[in-house]
């Protein structure tokens, strides 16, 4: 059975940062792409960043470089390290495992990911 479990979020102030894990079971996760999505109340889901299998590449949402996604294939661990934190980061994160073909033109997509986490809530305040 597959788990992918994520941890770390909280409250935390504007200008803070988050290092929120996923921690996978039940699969071989060195083969699989890695994603991490957000979904803030009363919001679709969106893409936060993708990580290729053996962390070939890595895609992001954000243009500031306010986050950094990689992930340890030896303890099974996604990582996504958030800063410089604004309330319009609040949501809840979730992690997702791909195929690792088509990870490259489908990343972004929520469809493209067969396995979903249960997320943990990021809520940053002003």
């Known amino acids: 059975q597959v788990q992918l479990v994520e941890s770390g979020g909280g409250l935390v102030q504007a200008g803070d940062s988050l290092r929120l894990t996923c921690t996978a079971s039940?699969?071989?996760?060195?083969?699989?792409?890695m994603g991490w999505f957000r979904q803030a109340p009363g919001k679709e889901r969106e893409f936060v960043a993708g990580?290729?299998?053996?962390?070939?590449?890595t895609y992001y949402a954000d243009g500031k470089g306010r986050f950094l996604a990689f992930r340890d294939d030896v303890d099974n661990i996604l990582h996504l390290q958030s800063n410089i934190l604004t309330p319009e980061d609040t949501a809840i994160y979730y992690c997702?495992?791909?195929?690792?073909?088509?990870?490259?033109?489908?990343?972004?997509?929520?469809?493209?990911?067969?396995?979903w986490g249960q997320g943990t809530q990021v809520t940053v305040s002003s």
């Open positions: 997702a495992a791909g195929p690792r073909s088509r990870f490259d033109s489908q990343y972004a997509s929520k469809e493209f990911y067969t396995f």
């Open positions: 039940g699969l071989k996760f060195r083969d699989y792409s």
């Open positions: 990580v290729s299998w053996a962390g070939l590449r």
